[in-house]
């Protein structure tokens, strides 16, 4: 089934410990290297309100947004490179967030640091490093 799958939904009690299923079905998630929406209910994290893609309220976002799409659209490598410095910049920030957090974000971050690294193995492999 998950071989078939494009995105995966977990969603996460974080109201409580996680159990020993919360970690199998994460490790599923990263072994088939599935997309991701986690959702966790704990701490009322408000989401913000897109109403465009690609526009974003602070301003360094969307310098960077622009120049790496700007990027990405100038040749099939540009765009494999724009994509690792993506995850170079997500697993960067995923280690910043992480020296400053709960132990149960800590983890929910640990699986996002996990998926971002074996994009950027993949990334690294398509542009032939």
Not at 20 to 33: H, M, P, R, S
């Amino acid at each position: 089934m998950l071989e078939d799958a494009d995105v995966a939904l977990l969603v996460l009690d974080c109201s409580q410990d996680f159990v020993e299923l919360d970690e199998k079905i994460g490790g599923l998630i990263a072994q088939y290297k599935l997309a991701t929406i986690i959702i966790l209910n704990k701490y009322d994290i408000p989401i913000p309100n897109i109403d465009e893609v690609g526009v974003f309220a602070n301003n360094d976002f969307q310098n960077l947004y622009n120049e790496l799409v700007n990027k990405g659209l100038k040749s099939q490598k540009d765009a494999l490179e724009v994509g690792k410095q993506i995850e170079v910049l997500d697993i960067k920030d995923l280690k910043e967030r992480m020296e400053n957090t709960t132990p149960d974000i800590e983890k929910v971050f640990s699986f996002l640091e996990m998926g971002s690294e074996h994009h950027l193995n993949a990334f690294t492999r398509w542009l032939g490093y």
